[in-house]
């Protein structure tokens, strides 16, 4: 008994596979090979599949479908295998998933599939059920999949699968965030491994710490997309460094440089098993900036009479970089004794380079010894193009670096771009929006996307009644997920805007509601809206025309000030209906920030600027008709204008952050009680706010196709894959 309780446990630590191991009734296995390529996540009648399988369950397995699959009851599976509509369905689906598959990749000036553009990142969120990203970045990285597989671009993606993800977050009766981490090798992922023609695991090794570290490749399939994941968690390994690709961003200064060692020097070893010779390497963010040393060191092990600075320049012929934010903390640098520590003089040496050389790549002046090794810098100085990922942080992106280029170079001159990040249009709409889209402009809706003024004329041809109702029918749905989210939740002792005895009354589906989500940093400014809390109050408490907010985020772990600013939101406890008209939706992730942005009136953003690089969320928020409420900064500087969301403050910098703060709080809330509820409460004859209505469309018209991750894979093929 005991041995096998053991050696049960043992067995748990590794996955040699996620294969479903159950007999599903003949007439629903289509499912198991449904369930294993991602592109039912963005189709309606693909959540909709396992959704109704057993809708409770599906919800318990926080939509995991082959979790669900593992876990429903036989006689559920056998009333449903004998639902004849609904096995149709699953044919019907299983045909257009495989005629969505079935074309090979368009080739692409020298982007062509046996040359595909390979895409590195160091998180990708594709769907809750591969939890694998911590915010902003990775759900980007997701997107660019997507697109990628809609527009049948040639491009393999490659990251880290980690074991333990990002952190979970749950708020303390006493409002102190806690966190906790899940083992994803418990649940049942849509991976497969990666097999040699032997059918062998593949296999790469990566020299770690004087140890040759084995990393096993999984294939997550993204639609047309392949995503493989390496992982160091296979029995070969010692302790530590089944560790390696433990957690994502969750070690200190040596697990990181190790994690990107994986990524980056494995990353290309992979690709060269797999016998994939990418045209193009897109490092998206520095965390993958190493691969270009290992590309650099293949060249040169390939010829006895070049220099690294001879390969340097062939490296970069293949490489582009996209930087992500002028932030200190989101570009990562390391000590030159630590980065020396995690790279082998034979390493070095096999670049040609001294110690002093190799460290010299890593800083913005290669001639200071003090200065830290930096992920950006190398990957700017091997990289043949840089961009941005906004107007607006091109230009910050090209003072910030400015210093690594020759002195006569003017600022503007500098060689960074932008491209604006966009979202993939099919995961962030509304499922019964693109319904009524479906109904009003016809089942290739999505085909005007691509033209803007034709889009712009259909939006307008939609009746105004109908588009408030699906509206107000979201936002009812997200209220309703709210009241559950937080009743399912252990309640206190008393009511805070996290903890309810009763949620009856929380939120008021006619009331103007405001979405806040985002990570807790501090240049986000989570207590702008605090600044003056009697007037904040005033407005909520207001009797005829009130308003309730929505808040969501993480703070990171160690983020001790980012914690406090959570405890003194939550703590707020005032004689006013905030208690009632406020609420904290725990653990921000992909699911909840689909039912925020879909069913939310306005979406608010106030990061200090120029420090929001891009931001995505309120991209979202508008494709579904939420106003935008934001500074001008990243992304809504392109999208602002004037009718389709609302701006804070003014464009002004430079001055004192203290006095730009006061500035900006003054501004939000006159924009707040002048504008925003005046607008929201005005109402004809029909009890329909047409004012909003026409800010909802206009804001549908602009920022859909303009703020779509298919504009933005299609300018990246265009202005940097090429
Ligand atoms: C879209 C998204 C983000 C990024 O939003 P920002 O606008 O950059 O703050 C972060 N987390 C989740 C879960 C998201 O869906």
């Known amino acids: 008994m005991h041995s096998s309780a053991v050696s049960l446990k043992t067995e748990q630590r590794f996955r040699e596979d996620f294969e479903l191991k159950r007999e599903l009734p003949e007439n629903l296995r289509l499912l198991d090979r449904i369930s294993g390529n991602f592109f039912w996540s963005w189709r309606r009648e693909g959540v909709e599949l396992f959704r109704e399988l057993e809708p409770a369950l599906w919800e318990k397995c926080e939509q995991s479908p082959r979790l669900l699959l593992k876990r429903i009851r036989p006689l559920r599976l056998w009333q449903k295998s004998l639902d004849a509509d609904y096995v149709d369905r699953i044919g019907t689906f299983a045909a257009m998933m495989d005629e969505y598959l079935a074309p090979g990749p368009i080739v692409q000036g020298r982007i062509s599939p046996s040359n595909p553009v390979a895409y590195f990142c160091a998180e990708f969120g594709v769907h809750n059920s591969l939890p694998n990203y911590s915010g902003g970045l990775g759900i980007l990285a997701g997107d660019h999949l997507k697109s990628a597989s809609d527009l049948n671009i040639p491009l ?105 060692k994986v990524l980056g020097l494995g990353g290309v070893r992979l690709l060269r098993k797999l016998r994939i010779d990418p045209s193009v390497y897109h490092l998206n963010e520095g965390h993958s900036a190493f691969l270009t040393l290992e590309l650099a060191r293949e060249i040169l092990a390939g010829d006895e009479s070049l220099t690294f600075t001879d390969a340097m320049a062939r490296v970069r012929e293949k490489c582009v970089f996209t930087t992500h934010t002028p932030v200190e903390a989101g570009n990562d640098v390391f000590s030159p004794d630590r980065l020396q520590s995690c790279f082998s003089a034979a390493f070095v040496e096999s670049l040609r380079l001294t110690g002093e050389e190799f460290l010299s790549l890593g800083r913005t002046d290669p001639d200071d010894p003090d200065e830290w090794f930096g992920m950006t810098p190398l990957a700017l100085r091997m990289a043949r193009s840089a961009n941005g990922v906004s107007a607006k942080h091109g230009e910050v992106s090209r003072a910030l670096w400015h210093k690594m280029f020759p002195s006569e170079t003017a600022v503007d001159e500098v060689p960074i771009s932008h491209v604006t990040n966009g979202v993939h249009a099919p995961t962030w709409i509304a499922p019964t929006l693109k319904a009524l889209y479906f109904r009003h402009i016809g089942p ?63 939120l008021d589906p006619d009331v103007l509601t405001i979405g806040f989500a985002r990570r807790v940093a501090a240049y986000k400014r989570w207590n702008l809206i605090m600044t003056d809390l009697e007037r904040l109050l005033k407005l909520v408490d207001d009797p005829a025309r009130p308003v309730q907010f929505v808040f969501a985020g993480k703070a990171h772990p160690q983020d001790l000030t980012g914690k406090q600013l959570l405890q003194n939101l939550m703590s707020i406890n005032h004689d006013s209906n905030w208690q009632k008209r406020a609420v904290f939706v725990e653990d921000y992730d992909q699911e909840v920030a689909r039912y925020l942005v879909q069913g939310v009136d306005v979406w608010m953003n106030v990061p200090r600027r120029p420090l929001e690089a891009s931001g995505t969320s309120g991209q979202k928020a508008a494709m579904n008709g939420g106003l935008n409420f934001s500074i001008l900064d990243g992304w809504w500087i392109e999208g602002y204008n004037g009718v389709n969301g609302f701006s804070i403050g003014e464009l002004n910098v430079g001055r004192d952050q203290e006095v730009i703060d006061l500035e900006d709080a003054e501004s939000l809330y006159r924009v707040l009680e002048e504008q925003i509820v005046p607008a929201y409460y005005s109402t004809d004859e029909h009890r329909l706010p047409v004012e909003w209505i026409r800010r909802m469309k206009d804001a549908l018209a602009t920022l859909t196709t303009q703020f779509s991750s298919d504009r933005m894979v299609r300018d990246y093929v265009a202005q940097i894959y090429r």
Do not use: C
């Open 444 to 506: 290739n809706w999505t085909s005007l996307l691509t033209d803007p003024a034709a889009w712009r004329e259909a939006i307008e041809r939609i009746p105004d009644a109908e588009l408030w109702k699906v509206h107000t029918q979201l936002k009812h749905l997200l209220i309703a997920f709210i009241r559950q989210r937080t009743l399912a939740k252990e309640t206190g002792l008393q009511n805070t805007i996290n903890e309810h005895e009763d949620t009856r009354m929380l």
């Open 156 to 260: 393999v993606a490659i990251g880290l699968l980690y074991r333990y993800g990002y952190f979970r977050q749950k708020i303390a009766h006493d409002g102190w965030q806690e966190e906790r981490y899940n083992d994803v090798f418990e649940s049942e992922l849509a991976l497969t491994p990666v097999l040699d023609e032997n059918g062998d695991r593949l296999t790469v090794t990566v020299m770690i710490r004087g140890r040759e570290v084995l990393t096993q490749a999984w294939l997550a399939e993204v639609g047309r997309i392949k995503l493989y994941l390496l992982d160091t968690n296979v029995p070969e390994n010692s302790e530590v460094d089944r560790y390696i690709t433990g957690h994502l961003y969750g070690g200190d200064s040596e697990t990181r440089i190790v994690q990107e």
